[in-house]
């Protein structure tokens, strides 16, 4: 017995693969919440959804191209802190060119009271839903 493997049942796979990778890297993305410095609002364990494009287009490495918005006060964002870490926080206080955002739980947060203001450039997105 022989099988062949046809390109035509394939084709479908790979575009929805491809299509997936890249609304991931691009559009949207999920992650799980780690720690109690957004509780009560976000709790451990959490599924997280991003947007990506809120604040402007960016390159899967960090870089923007594009900026067409800025957090305001209240929004939860997701971005890289000066250690590298990826972190879940809330914007108190924004300038033209950077973010101050802080844990909803001050005394379990590590966040801007510490390591100072966010760049723009480091703000990956916006939390949509948790």
Request: charge should be positive.
């Amino acid at each position: 017995m022989v099988y062949t493997v046809s390109m035509r049942g394939a084709k479908p796979i790979i575009l929805a693969v491809i299509t997936a990778l890249i609304l991931k890297l691009f559009v949207f993305d999920f992650i799980v919440a780690q720690g109690l410095s957004m509780e009560p609002s976000i709790h451990d364990g959490s599924v997280l959804v991003i947007n990506r494009l809120r604040y402007g287009f960016q390159l899967p490495w960090g870089k923007y191209l594009v900026h067409w918005a800025q957090p305001k006060i209240g929004d939860v964002v997701i971005f890289k802190t000066p250690e590298g870490e990826i972190a879940v926080k809330r914007c108190v206080s924004v300038s033209e060119k950077s973010v101050f955002a802080q844990g909803d739980n001050s005394l379990a947060s590590y966040d801007s009271r510490s390591y100072g203001a966010i760049p723009l450039h480091d703000i990956i997105g916006k939390v949509l839903g948790y």
